[in-house]
């Protein structure tokens, strides 16, 4: 049975995994209608979703439908991914690590997946920014983390 304390860790874990992810996906989707180097992740997890359902022998959802469930998708991952940072003084590594690890499987990974190269790789500028990105992501876990335990102190 978990502890009180456990549980609030685990708490703290995802709340700041949410606040990495919704930053992350804030970030694309604001640069995406500013620059067109910006990564497009939202077309590599559609391209990923419409494969998977493929595969199962499911029918394709429309673009709105398709687009808001990878959306959601997006986020939950992402923020389970990021619920990693937990606690502790070395979240900032952690939330860096992660970040950093997510950018660079976010450019190396669409291409041998059968996702196509030009949504995370098209330019140099891509690349950069979808490892940035990530990276940000993870620090922002990592700094709701270390805010929620100053705040719990």
Not at 86 to 110: E, F, K, M, Y
């Amino acid at each position: 049975m978990a502890t009180s304390d456990q549980s609030d860790d685990l708490l703290q874990a995802l709340v700041s995994g949410i606040v990495g992810s919704i930053t992350l996906t804030l970030v694309h989707q604001t640069a995406r209608e500013l620059t067109p180097d910006a990564p497009r992740m939202d077309v590599l997890g559609m391209r990923g979703l419409r494969k998977m359902l493929a595969a199962a022998n499911v029918p394709q959802p429309d673009h709105k439908t398709l687009y808001n469930t990878t959306m959601a998708g997006d986020l939950l991952v992402n923020g389970l991914y990021y619920s990693l940072v937990g606690s502790g003084s070395d979240a900032w590594i952690r939330g860096a690590a992660l970040g950093v690890a997510a950018g660079v499987g976010g450019v190396l990974l669409p291409g041998p997946m059968g996702l196509g190269d030009g949504p995370s790789n098209r330019t140099p500028q891509t690349q950069l920014m979808t490892v940035a990105w990530y990276t940000l992501g993870g620090l922002a876990a990592a700094g709701m983390s270390r805010l929620w335990s100053r705040l719990g102190k």
